[in-house]
């Protein structure tokens, strides 16, 4: 069984950083793709970012040059790197692991979830 465990998240005024780290366990599962979602109250889940075990990334346009994910596979940990945060980053953060190689952008790809870290930013 494959368990994600995130940390790092809470509350921070806009244009502050937070660093997002995400430990995960793998038992006999291949995890390839890893990244971060979220989502925030009224809305759907969306991917934030991902990463592949090679370390190719992909961002959402709305993240793109103040967000940066990064993984280390030697500790089974992926990070997400928040800069220039804004209230519209509010939500509640999911770290996320594909047996395929790339992240989708659809949940539904996603095999395995943390529980989720909440994200707040003040105006």
């Known amino acids: 069984q494959v368990q994600l465990v995130e940390s790092g998240g809470g509350l921070v005024q806009a244009g502050g950083s937070l660093r997002l780290s995400c430990a995960y366990s793998?038992?006999?599962?291949?995890?390839?793709?890893m990244g971060w979602y979220r989502q925030a109250p009224g809305k759907q889940r969306e991917l934030v970012a991902g990463?592949?075990?090679?370390?190719?990334?992909k961002y959402a346009d709305s993240v793109k040059g103040r967000f940066t994910i990064s993984r280390d596979n030697a500790k089974n940990t992926v990070y997400l790197q928040m800069n220039s945060l804004k209230p519209e980053d509010t939500a509640v953060y999911y770290c996320?692991?594909?047996?395929?190689?790339?992240?989708?952008?659809?949940?539904?790809?996603?095999?395995?979830w943390g529980k989720g870290t909440l994200v707040t930013v003040s105006s």
């Open positions: 996320a692991a594909a047996r395929r190689a790339t992240m989708s952008t659809s949940e539904y790809d996603v095999d395995y």
């Open positions: 990463i592949t075990r090679g370390g190719s990334t």
């Open positions: 793998i038992s006999i599962v291949s995890i390839n793709a």
